[in-house]
């Protein structure tokens, strides 16, 4: 399909579960909700004729409502949740780093992209140790989802249907990563694109610039800023750094926007002072940057802590799921500053400040990188030369 022109690893092929998720929305049995990646706020209205750049967040909502999802919740909410796994991997290693151990893996490379998960795995083995094992935010939700949200619910694994919204072709195949699945079920069940989404709305004459804007649900709906950056490149390691400094050096952040690490430029590199601790980042969007900023790593001319690295040019705003930009990097520019004025609106813009994060630690997972944490949210990476 359109997929091999625009979707960064070739092999992947896009396929179509629009189907299975309207027939899944026609089954009574069936208790079916939705989560929303952050890149899909800011392009989704393109397709509907509005400006580049247009965030129809609330209309997103109201859509995905008028569908007949039974939730519509956010993958926003799950990446606040990687972001506590993710920065705590890193002060783990940090701090292992800093006491002298010699076989602590540094820079910790960020593992919410499967596209690029899929590249090292195949290109980089012998890197495969270095990412966090963090799983993705789709991941992450799904996992969540199907375990202490059907509990509160008193929903049947089996029962709970779980869709994703997608900028992303890549998605769909990690969906169905063996990983991800308990006794065959899948976390997520069915991820569709920005664009599927798209169709499906014309498809049930949903006239969506006349939507009125609605509020995602609780408890997987709350979000703060730091979750919807990650919808841009850059955005998910300024997201991990907001944390990361605060638990590190327990001092509130001087200043939460971090223009040092946002741009376009493919390769970027900044320094960020934890209290007299500078922790130099590099950030790679496209994989030909990745695999340039690879070489580097093996080289050892690098002395990175954290690397950040999305597929996408300009990272999920740009994905292979979203309206067509035909390379544009207007739309791109535009996109992303839609991201960042999401954030800038947010109340909270710190993930270990959401309050329905921090009540699923109390409730279920205990802290981050505990035992139930581990076998919930994290996962493994195989050589697959
Ligand atoms: Fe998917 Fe591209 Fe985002 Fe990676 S950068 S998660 S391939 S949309």
Redesign the pocket.
Same mark, same amino acid.
């Given at each position: 399909g359109q997929c091999v022109a625009v %979707? $960064?690893t070739g092999a992947l092929t896009e396929v179509n579960q629009t189907n299975n998720v309207v027939r899944a929305l026609s089954d009574p049995a069936k208790t079916v909700i939705v989560q929303t990646a952050p890149?899909v706020r800011a392009a989704l209205g393109e397709e509907f004729g509005m400006e580049p750049g247009t965030l129809v967040t609330g209309k997103l909502v109201s859509a995905l409502r008028s569908l007949g999802f039974d939730k519509v919740f956010d993958t926003d909410f799950a990446a606040d949740l990687t972001i506590m796994e993710e920065g705590t991997e890193l002060l783990n290693r940090l701090t292992k780093f800093l006491e002298g151990d010699k076989d602590v893996q540094l820079p910790i490379l960020t593992s919410? %992209? $499967?596209?690029?998960v899929k590249f090292f795995e195949h290109q980089f083995p012998q890197l495969k140790d270095i990412p966090s094992t963090a799983r993705?935010p789709q991941q992450m939700f799904g996992s969540i989802a199907k375990t202490y949200f059907a509990e509160k619910m008193g929903i049947k694994r089996e029962d709970l249907v779980v869709v994703s919204i997608?900028?992303?072709?890549?998605?769909k195949y990690e969906c169905g990563r063996d990983e991800f699945k308990v006794d065959g079920n899948p976390d997520v069940d069915y991820a569709l694109t920005t664009r599927e989404l798209a169709s499906l709305i014309k498809l049930a004459n949903i006239n969506f610039s006349r939507l009125s804007n609605e509020d995602f649900d609780q408890p997987l709906g709350e979000s703060t800023g730091a979750g919807v950056i990650f919808g841009t490149t850059g955005g998910v390691i300024e997201a991990a750094v907001r944390t990361a400094y605060e638990l590190y050096t327990k001092k509130p952040l001087p200043k939460i926007d971090f223009n040092e690490l946002r741009g376009m430029e493919g390769i970027r590199q900044a320094t960020i002072d934890f209290d007299g601790f500078p922790i130099n980042i590099g950030i790679a969007?496209g994989l030909g940057n990745a695999r340039e900023l690879l070489k580097r790593i093996e080289e050892g001319e690098s002395n990175f802590h954290a690397i950040e690295i999305?597929?996408?040019p300009g990272?999920?705003i740009?994905?292979?799921?979203?309206p067509y930009h035909h390379g544009n990097v207007d739309i791109l520019k535009k996109r992303q500053m839609a991201i960042y004025q999401e954030d800038g609106n947010k109340k909270i813009r710190k993930s270990h400040e959401n309050p329905y994060i921090i009540q699923l630690y109390e409730e279920f997972l205990g802290k981050p990188m505990s035992e139930k944490a581990h076998q919930l949210l994290h996962t493994e990476y195989f050589d697959r030369t």
């Open positions: %979707c $960064p890149a919410c %992209c $499967p596209a690029w993705s997608m900028p992303c072709v890549a998605k969007h999305m597929s996408c990272g999920c740009g994905g292979g799921g979203q």
